[in-house]
Every structure is written in C-alpha cells, then in structure tokens.
C-alpha cells in the first residue's frame, strides 16, 4: 500500500516555523512521505493572522492547494480567530487553532478517511498550560527553540493576544534538554521564540525570568551562538541587556518601535514612551555598540497626523536601525483600533510607507558599510543564493555572501567584509 503523502505551507512568524517543524515529524513518524515538491494527499498550512494580508495569503494559499486535488489542513492562528471562514474555503477538512497540536495528525487520519470535515478550534482559557512539542531536527540551518507563547498585552491594533491566548511559559528544565539535543545534532546556533518572550515566568509564579534561561542556556556545551527574537522594548531591563556580556548571545535585537510619536503609543496600548525606547537602545549599545537592531513600524495608524509620522522619521534616524519591517495599519475585526475614528487614508498610507521603507533602506547601507574591511564569522546556510553563492549571517544580523564549497554549509566560516549593499555584504572567504 504506497505511502500518504503530506506537504506544508507555513505563513508567518518564527514561531510558526517551529511548529511546522513539530507537525512534520508528527506526521513522518506516523508513515507519511513528505512532498516538497509536487502534488501531495494533504497539504497542512499554518497560518497567519496578524494583518489583512496575511490572512488573504493563507485563504489564497488553501485554494491554491485545493486545486491541486489535495485535502486541506488548516492550523494556526487564522482559524483561531476566524474558524468559520476558514471551513467553508475548498479542500479544508480539518480546521485548528494554535491549541492541541500533538493531535493533529489523529485529526487528519479521521478526517481523510471518514470525508467529514471536522472543526476543532480549543477556546483559550486562563491558566492554559504550555504545550509541549519539542522539535528533533529543525528544517532550517539555525534551529528554533520556542519558550514561551501567548500575551496579554492586548496593544489596541493587534489580533495576536486573541489568536495566541494568555502568556504561558515552557519550563526550563524541557527548554535545557531541547537545547542539549539540538546541540547535539550539530546545530550551532539557537534562536529563542514565543508570542510575547519578555513574559517569560511571569505566568507560574515562579522568579525565573527570560535573562534566567539566556544564562543557563549559555552553559550548555557546544553551543556557540544564542540570538534572541523579536522583543517588547517595555521588557528589555537591565538583567537582559547584561547577556549581551555573554560570548554566546548575539549582538542583534529586534524591538519593536511601531511610531515616534507619543501621542500614537498611548493610543496603541504600547508600554512605553519615545524617551524610553531611546534608554533602552542606549543601554544596549553601551554593552554591544555593534548591535544589529532591527524593528517594527506601523503607519496610518488611526489619527496619525503629518507631524505624528514626522516624529517617527526623527525617531528612526536617530536611533538608526539596521533594518526596517514597515506595515501600513491594517484594522483587524475584534481589536479596539477596528473602530478608531481618524482614518488615514490609503494614498498617505501609501505615501508615508515608501518614505520610510526608503529611509530603512539608506540606513541598511549605512550600517553594512561599518563591517567593510572587518572580519566577520557567519553561519553558513543550506540554500545558496540566486546568484550561487554561499550566504549566512553575522552574529549582528549582517547577511553576507561568498564564495565557497558546499561542505561549508552548517558550518562558521570566518569572511572579511569587500562591499556593501542595502541588503547585506559581499564578502572576501579567509
């Protein structure tokens, strides 16, 4: 009897990386033959939620999949929060939240073999326990660890808090044998995930925080690089800014300012004021001043004026991030924001949008064009680039790219940096 055969679409965040990851060896292990390529009986997508867009992309993905003949699984933060809608798309026969992964493939099994569509999306409830699902082989070069999962923020734009449910954390003792593992598999570096990672231990009642599990990670043996995800500017205290003292943290943070306006942070829900932001980044360059920092940006946020985006420009100058992400608001269904007054409109979206990606992009060049003449250790990825070349990136977040053999992939490979370009650095190998 040949073999079922499964693929996987993943959308989104890192987070949705490593749960991928789980569910295809949950599926590999119950007998499925992975197709990345071609067609394939199920085709499982994790979704995405965050803006309109994302989620267009997920019901296009699943129609894209339907049409190949394929049955449908569809998980993650999308049905979460729009199940309905998810179901009645073609070629869906399983609809799942984010909650009861470890029962995913029983779910596909019934499903593909009664032909009944089933609906399974777990409410989130208070004091929701953490699931495990550890990952044996990540599929990517740098290999995804996730901590925790969850906020309680609920900033007045955002859908996640909804989708995600309350923050609750994986103990530290599953987070310390994943890692082991992982090392032990050959990974070299480790990048720590969640939903909302500054909340780390604040769920259990416990004192361990997330510079708890940076510094006991940092003593597991052979780990050579520790890079943590995105972060709540409102998290990054002191005790986190000294592991960037450790030789195995990376020097790049991820921090999401979202506006340089004070008057649009309050209206935001964010925690946190421009004066802040600047501390902090402050406080971390003090420590690392080679930090790659990269960050978030909302604009045409409801009410926000000229002279709001004005002092967001000011503010991303000033600070000079080494990397834009630059999101238009996109009113989410459910979210405070949805019914904000003050509508922007498309064309000032448009308009403020371009302007500040430009502004990102003078500000990548800038930041790549200090490595010029440095010597630089990049892991290596699996993929080349377009142009057949080796790529990786730096311990600050500097993609390079270089000539090489294909043994190299995997491994740190030292290069000095030769030119440099919006998008990273070409490189000399040494």
């Known amino acids: 009897m040949a073999k079922k055969t499964v693929a996987f679409r993943t959308i989104g965040c890192k987070q949705n990386q490593y749960d991928t990851d789980f ?140 989708a995600r449910g309350p923050s609750r954390s994986r103990s530290l003792e599953s987070i310390l044998e994943e890692a082991k593992n992982l090392v032990e598999k050959g990974y070299r570096e480790i990048v720590l995930t969640g939903t909302h990672l500054g909340l780390y231990g604040k769920d259990s009642g416990q004192k361990l925080r997330l510079s708890d599990v940076v510094k006991r990670l940092s003593e597991v043996e052979g780990l050579v690089r520790l890079r943590l995800s995105s972060l709540e500017p409102h998290d990054v205290a002191d005790d986190l800014i000294d592991c960037l003292r450790l030789p195995q943290v990376c020097h790049h943070l991820h921090l999401p300012l979202q506006s340089g306006s004070d008057r649009i942070l309050r209206m935001m829900g964010r925690r946190y004021d421009v004066r802040g932001f600047l501390s902090t980044v402050e406080k971390c360059r003090t420590v690392a001043p080679d930090l790659g920092l990269t960050t978030d940006i909302i604009v045409g946020f409801p009410g926000e004026t000229v002279e709001d985006f004005r002092d967001t420009l000011k503010v991303v100058r000033e600070v000079s991030f080494s990397r834009l992400h630059v999101f238009k608001f996109s009113a989410r269904p459910g979210t405070p924001a949805y019914r904000f007054p003050g509508k922007v409109r498309e064309q000032d979206k448009e308009e403020r949008s371009r302007e500040l990606i430009s502004l990102g992009r003078e500000l990548s060049l800038e930041f790549h064009r200090k490595h010029i003449g440095r010597t630089l250790e990049v892991l290596v990825e699996d993929s080349r680039s377009e142009g057949g070349l080796l790529q990786g990136l730096t311990r600050n977040y500097v993609r390079c790219w270089f000539s090489g053999p294909d043994e190299l992939k995997g491994n740190l490979v030292s290069v000095v940096g030769r030119k440099a370009t919006k998008e990273g650095l070409a490189c000399d190998r040494i």
């Not at 997508?45 to 003949?69: D, H, L, M, P, Y």
């Not at 699931?131 to 901590?147: G, M, N, Q």
């Not at 906020?151 to 859908?159: A, E, L, N, R, S």
């Open 23 to 162: 569910l295809k060896e949950a599926f590999l292990k119950r007998g499925y033959e992975l197709r990345e390529e071609g067609p394939a009986d199920l085709v499982v997508i994790n979704t995405c939620a965050v803006t309109a867009k994302s989620a267009a992309k997920c019901r296009q993905a699943i129609r894209s999949a339907a049409r190949t003949g394929a049955k449908v699984l569809v998980t993650g933060c999308y049905p979460q929060v729009a199940a309905d809608e998810v179901k009645d798309l073609p070629g869906v026969i399983v609809v799942s939240g984010v909650r009861g992964r470890s029962g995913l493939v029983d779910l596909a099994e019934e499903a593909l073999s009664t032909g009944k569509t089933i609906v399974d999306v777990k409410p989130h409830e208070k004091g929701e326990e953490f699931e495990e699902t550890p990952v044996e082989k990540p599929s990517l070069t740098r290999a995804f660890l996730k901590i925790q999962e969850g906020c309680g923020d609920f900033c007045t734009y955002c859908i996640v808090p909804y």
